[in-house]
């Protein structure tokens, strides 16, 4: 268990219990990943989201959920069908986590579990973070939320990626530009009442900069299927710029800042963010 701790710790730089939290939380999520693999989960399923972009893609900042959607729509679909497995391969690595199916509400196609581990007992096997260990609190628990859709809107491609650790396994991820229109979905839909994601924003320049292809009809279907869209109704060029530089107008830059800072490693990065720079942003997108 050390040895293999260790190994996994050596990729990060740990100087708090931040720091340490963050990258035990992203060795959970990849042993989740592979347990899923193991389980046949990924001939149903698909990874997107910004775990997914932060695993398989380099984003470069830190995420906490594990998101992903069903191939095609499946009513009958079960997620705890699953848990076991991942709960399985996680501790198979040393790891003590529980896998905790949350009920379903009724009507809504997502379903949620959490993956949970105690901090401070990982903390006393690395041998990397003894300058950490004394500041952890006790009893401190770690939750991953995992979320599947299985009603998803139509129109996606997906790719296989792999990774290398713990050992060589494969992911399938929807396609970048399918992931793009899934942020900006996020990005012009999500409702958080007085509340801005940051993190969906910030997402927004890194897809801009490094993958700027989004997929249109993609957004479409799925600003349909929520309703931001009548059926048959179209969504142009200049139809989708108008609504983004609606939302920019209407955003609260400050806000958008103070939520994604504690994921990133150089909160510097947003000192340029204003309603001009994302003006500027969404002009860099490519439709496709």
């Known amino acids: ?22 990258a035990l939380r992203e060795i959970l999520q990849e042993l989740a990943l592979l347990g899923l693999w193991r389980s046949k989960f990924f001939e149903k399923a698909a990874f997107y989201g910004g775990t997914s972009l932060r695993i398989l893609y380099g984003l470069d900042r830190f995420s906490e959920e594990l998101d992903f959607t069903l191939i095609k729509p499946d009513p009958e679909f079960d997620l705890s069908r699953y848990l076991s497995a991942l709960e399985r391969e996680i501790q198979a690595f040393g790891f003590e986590i529980t896998a905790t199916r949350k009920e ?19 903390s006393l096997a690395v041998k990397s973070v003894d300058n950490v260990i004394k500041k952890i609190p006790r009893g401190q628990v770690l939750k991953i939320r995992i979320e599947i859709d299985t009603n998803p809107p139509p129109g996606f491609e997906t790719e296989n990626k792999f990774l290398l650790q713990p050992i060589p396994f494969s992911v399938r991820s929807l396609a970048l530009p399918d992931l793009f229109a899934g942020k900006m979905h996020a990005v012009l839909c999500r409702q958080w009442k007085s ?3 940051g993190r969906d924003w ?13 997929h249109l009809s993609h957004l479409r279907q799925r600003m349909i299927q929520s309703g931001h869209l009548k059926a048959g109704e179209s969504l142009s060029h200049d139809k989708f710029l108008s609504l983004a530089s609606k939302a920019i107008e209407n955003l609260n830059v400050d806000q958008a800042r103070k939520e994604v800072e504690p994921f990133l490693k150089n909160p510097d990065t947003l000192a340029v963010w204003s309603k001009e720079f994302f003006l500027e ?8």
Request: aromatic share 12%; glycine share 2%; proline share 3%.
């Open 104 to 122: 379903k509400v009724k009507g809504n196609p997502i379903q949620s579990a959490f993956l949970k581990a105690d901090t401070l007992r990982h």
């Open 195 to 197: 509340r801005v994601k």
């Open 281 to 288: 942003v969404i002009k860099k997108i490519v439709f496709i």
């Open 202 to 214: 910030y997402d927004l320049v890194w897809f801009a900069a490094n993958h700027p292809n989004l």
């Open 1 to 22: 268990m050390v040895e293999a701790l260790d190994r996994m710790f050596s990729r990060y730089t740990v100087r708090s219990v931040e720091d340490f939290s963050a």
